[in-house]
């Protein structure tokens, strides 16, 4: 019953496909055992449990939206990137709502390649508010603040809570303005 080529990284692309199809909650050991067309039992060569799959289904989207967010401030600087960024992390939001949902929003201490991917993230935004000289506990402040109003707007919008006929990118741009009118002035290139 052994599936040819199980890896850890094959059991983890299986629970994203669980998620993307079912949601968070679908994903047991049991349900990947059963797309992978083996036993229960031998998942465990690969996961030690269901709570290491899910950190590894966290790592997996906090990877995949670290990579989103640096390829959309690449090269831009100031109001461009912080937009840039905004939008990127908006648009994966919306776009994989059962992957953002299953990612684990504080890592454990025990969560090392969990607390790593995370810091992936934040060093994104720690990397785009330089562009506005804010530097160390100014810039974490700031990074908290986007990932608050991001985070919030994209998963209320993918849960359909904006019910009223108003564009929801309109808002969102009224968002990025107000978050960036409390930002001192970009830094001027040299």
């Keep these: 019953m052994a599936r040819a080529g199980l890896s850890r990284d094959a059991v983890v692309d299986l629970a994203l ?3 993307d199809e079912e949601g968070a909650a679908a994903v047991t050991l049991a349900a990947v055992a059963g797309r992978a067309g083996v036993a229960t039992p031998s998942l465990y060569k690969h996961v030690r449990n269901l709570a290491e799959l899910n950190t590894l289904v966290s ?4 990877d ?4 989103r967010l640096r390829e959309a401030v690449l090269g831009r600087s100031g109001d461009e990137a912080l937009r840039a ?13 059962g992957r953002y949902a299953a990612v684990i929003q504080a890592a454990r201490p025990e969560q090392d390649e969990m607390a790593k991917a995370g810091q992936r993230v ?9 562009g506005y000289g804010l530097e160390g506990a100014d810039a974490i402040h700031a990074a908290r603040c986007l990932r608050s109003a991001v985070h919030g707007f994209a998963v209320l919008e ?11 990118d309109a808002s969102y741009a009224l968002l990025a303005d107000m978050i960036i009118s409390g930002l001192p002035s970009p830094a001027p290139r040299p």
Excluded: H, K, Q
Aim: with cysteine.
């Design 59 to 62: 790592v997996r989207v906090m």
């Design 158 to 168: 993918s849960g359909g809570a904006f019910g009223l006929p108003l564009d929801l």
């Design 122 to 130: 934040i060093d994104i935004m720690l990397a785009t508010f330089r």
């Design 85 to 97: 960024c905004m939008a990127a992390y908006r648009d994966y939001v919306t776009g994989n709502p």
């Design 64 to 67: 995949e939206l670290a990579d």
């Design 17 to 19: 496909r669980i998620i």
